[in-house]
């Protein structure tokens, strides 16, 4: 009895939703701890603990809208489709030869030029594509399938989890700061019966979000290092032994790729009209290469 392996990765979307309402938990404890037992009450007080919760206050809801909003954005926007009977264009890979002739007869050189076809799909495979066994079809520029937002990262929403991620990370930090006092005072608390419960809420949202800022720091610093190379965590395997990485056209431009060229929108899930229409890798299809920029 043969055992098909794809249809059990597919089935790990199902986790997905699981993560969904985890990231909602968390956010609602969070919410909890810090705006409601901790801060919320202080505002009425006066002075200078009024000033500070406000400004603590503030800067938690910022950073949440900003969080849901780069979240919401990752997890509806489809990371690019390959579309239906796809071939390469008639001398496109004589446009995209790499710089180092050892790296050209190197499989992922030739796979990355666009000669590719998917055997699953059924379908040519762009520059950078590859098929995902969980969404079962081919991502344009596939980083990774990503659990926590029940989607692949790829090209058209790449931009969107690094914001999550970055916003993430920035809110898990701050509510471990501003609840550390509250942190530290929980073993003295929690002999009083009338605030132990309060003191147990504090104590799982400081855990909890010390923990996602540790790992958190991780991801953002590796993508950060993928992002000033234009590479994908696909392509960190696969470019090994290429002597020099076509697709990286040095940090701004690299940056460019993903964030597009309007500098009042890097910090916002959003593109402008101009980027979309002059930026093509946004859409996945087409990438420039060193010898383009050189050229």
């Known amino acids: 009895m043969e055992i098909n392996v794809f249809k059990f990765c597919s089935g790990l979307r199902v986790l997905g939703y699981v993560m969904i309402l985890l990231v909602a938990a968390i956010v609602g404890v969070s919410y909890y701890a810090v705006v409601s037992l901790t801060y919320g009450p202080l505002l009425l007080r006066g002075g200078f603990d009024s000033f500070l919760s406000f400004i603590i206050v503030i800067i938690f809801h910022v950073l949440l809208v900003l969080l849901l909003w780069s979240y919401i954005r990752v ?71 990503c659990v926590w937002v029940v989607n692949c990262v790829g090209a058209c929403n790449y931009k969107f989890f690094l914001l999550f991620l970055l916003y993430t990370f920035l809110e898990t930090t701050m509510v471990t700061i501003v609840l550390l006092p509250s942190f530290i005072n929980f073993f003295g608390e929690a002999k009083n019966h009338s605030s132990a419960a309060k003191s147990a809420i504090i104590f799982l949202a400081f855990v909890l979000n010390f923990a996602f800022a540790l790992s958190l720091l991780c991801f953002v610093v590796m993508h950060a290092s993928l992002l000033s190379s234009n590479t994908t965590s696909v392509e960190v395997h696969e470019k090994k032994g290429v002597v020099r990485w076509k697709y990286n056209l040095g940090r701004k431009k690299n940056f460019e790729q993903v964030f597009g060229t309007k500098k009042s929108l890097w910090l916002f899930p959003l593109f402008s009209e101009d980027d979309l229409e002059k930026i093509p890798a946004l859409h996945g299809l087409e990438f420039p290469t060193r010898s383009d920029v050189d050229a």
């Open 75 to 145: 997890v509806l926007k489809d990371p690019g489709s390959v579309p239906e009977n796809w071939r390469a264009v008639p001398g496109e890979e004589s446009l995209e030869v790499g710089t180092s002739l050892a790296a050209a007869e190197d499989g992922f050189e030739r796979r990355s030029r666009g000669g590719g076809y998917c055997i699953h799909c059924q379908n040519g495979k762009p520059p950078r594509c590859h098929h995902c066994s969980i969404c079962q079809r081919c991502v344009l520029k596939m980083d990774h399938h």
